[in-house]
């Protein structure tokens, strides 16, 4: 398992980074659309109906557009993060 983790260190924190980030963008974006919904009179809507509505679609590529910021990140990452057969760790 050691030699696993040493091996695909930086995949697995880039996917953890990943979901983190996903998560919590979802979870806020939920919140504040539902106050948005209620601001103008019309019901909430539950989780899974915000999962496939235009706002939460929108948000995410929108966030998702941030190339730079993503390439920093794993540039910074393969300093210190090894990924077996990967020529940039």
């Given at each position: 398992?050691?030699?696993?983790?040493?091996?695909?260190?930086?995949?697995?924190?880039?996917?953890?980074?990943?979901?983190?980030?996903?998560?919590?963008?979802?979870?806020?974006?939920?919140?504040?659309?539902?106050?948005?919904?209620?601001?103008?009179?019309?019901?909430?809507?539950?989780?899974?109906?915000?999962?496939?509505?235009?706002?939460?679609?929108?948000?995410?590529?929108?966030?998702?557009?941030?190339?730079?910021?993503?390439?920093?990140?794993?540039?910074?990452?393969?300093?210190?993060?090894?990924?077996?057969?990967?020529s940039?760790?």
């Amino acid at each position: 398992m050691r030699k696993f983790l040493r091996d695909n260190g930086l995949s697995l924190t880039l996917v953890v980074i990943t979901l983190l980030t996903l998560g919590g963008q979802l979870v806020v974006g939920w919140h504040a659309f539902n106050e948005e919904l209620q601001d103008y009179g019309r019901p909430s809507l539950a989780f899974g109906q915000y999962l496939t509505s235009g706002h939460c679609i929108e948000a995410v590529f929108e966030n998702w557009e941030s190339e730079f910021l993503q390439m920093g990140l794993y540039v910074l990452l393969t300093v210190w993060l090894y990924q077996k057969g990967s020529s940039e760790s």
